[in-house]
């Protein structure tokens, strides 16, 4: 059975760092590429960050670049998000997710497996 399970969530001021994990098992991690989306309330889904099998290759969001960094420890089974300067519109439901491709994506519908998600909500 395919977990992923996020971490790392909670309330930051604007301008704040946070950093999200996401450990993940019943998979062979060091073959999958991995993802990151958001989903504000009222809004759809948004691609945030993806990264390649073994790390060399990440794509970001227009909204993120700069801002956020994507990496994994494939010795951990476990993908990361590191956030900082954090904006009150960076607010939503934060979303692993494992592809079902061999390459990273900015697709949701490339993703198969998903964790349940973590808040992060960064006050003005």
């Known amino acids: 059975q395919v977990q992923l399970v996020e971490s790392g969530g909670g309330l930051v001021q604007a301008g704040g760092s946070l950093k999200l994990s996401c450990a993940v098992s019943g998979l062979t991690f060091s073959n999958t590429a991995m993802g990151w989306f958001r989903q504000a309330t009222g809004k759809e889904r948004e691609f945030v960050a993806a990264?390649?099998?073994?790390?060399?290759?990440?794509d970001y969001g227009d909204s993120v670049k700069g801002r956020f960094s994507i990496s994994r420890d494939n010795a951990k089974n476990t993908v990361y998000l590191q956030m900082n300067s954090l904006k009150p519109e960076d607010t939503a439901v934060y979303y692993c997710?494992?592809?079902?491709?061999?390459?990273?994506?900015?697709?949701?519908?490339?993703?198969?497996?998903w964790g349940q998600g973590t808040q992060v909500t960064v006050s003005s």
């Open positions: 990264i390649s099998r073994r790390g060399g290759s990440r």
């Open positions: 997710a494992a592809a079902r491709i061999n390459y990273y994506s900015a697709y949701e519908g490339d993703y198969a497996y």
